[in-house]
Structures are given as C-alpha cells and as structure tokens.
C-alpha cells in the first residue's frame, strides 16, 4: 500500500520561505510523476508543481514559477518543495502526490500560511 506523509508547513511572514517534505512507502516502482498541489480554503485545487521519476522536466504552475523548486531524493523515498518569496496568496493546504501504475496517491497535507 503506497502512503504520504508530507512534513514542513508552516506559518511564514511574507515574502519568508519554507521547505515541504513528503516522504513516500510501499510499491514505489512504476512511479512515473511526483508532485505537489494546494488546497485553499474555499477554493478549487490547484496544480503547484510535477517532475519525473528521473527528475527530468519539472513543471510549474504559473502563479509559482520562478519562486518555487521542485525535487526529489529517490535513495530516501523524498520528494521536495522549495518555497521562496511566499506570498499570502500561497496560503492553502499543500499535498504532494505520486503516480503509479497509472493511479494517483496523495498524502494527508501540509498548512502553510503566510502572513501579511
């Protein structure tokens, strides 16, 4: 059974940054995207970040970009947001998720806050 746990949120001042962990187990072969998405209260998810297995090709949303960096450490099962230059509009609960065997998991979530 494959689980996620993400780790790092937190309440951060504007334009301070954080750094989310999300640790994965259980059939982590055939994962073919690791990636996080954001949740904020009484909005629609919203896509953050995605790379590949092999690291290849991260992608961004537009509302991240140039802010935001994606990794992952596949020796220690991780996979990483770095989170620069947060604004309060990056408030929101963050997952990241993987995909494998062509289904989607996805962890518990993260808080992040930023204050003004």
């Known amino acids: 059974q494959v689980q996620l746990v993400e780790s790092g949120g937190g309440l951060v001042q504007l334009g301070g940054s954080l750094r989310l962990s999300c640790v994965y187990s259980g059939s982590s072969y055939s994962i073919s995207t690791m990636g996080w998405f954001r949740q904020a209260p009484g909005k629609e998810r919203e896509f953050v970040a995605n790379?590949?297995?092999?690291?290849?090709?991260?992608y961004y949303s537009d509302s991240v970009k140039g802010r935001f960096t994606i990794s992952r450490d596949i020796a220690k099962n991780t996979v990483h947001l770095q989170m620069n230059n947060l604004e309060p509009e990056d408030t929101a609960v963050y997952y990241c998720y993987i995909v494998s065997f062509m289904q989607l998991y996805r962890g518990q979530g993260t808080q992040v806050t930023v204050s003004s």
């Open positions: 790379t590949t297995w092999s690291g290849e090709n991260p």
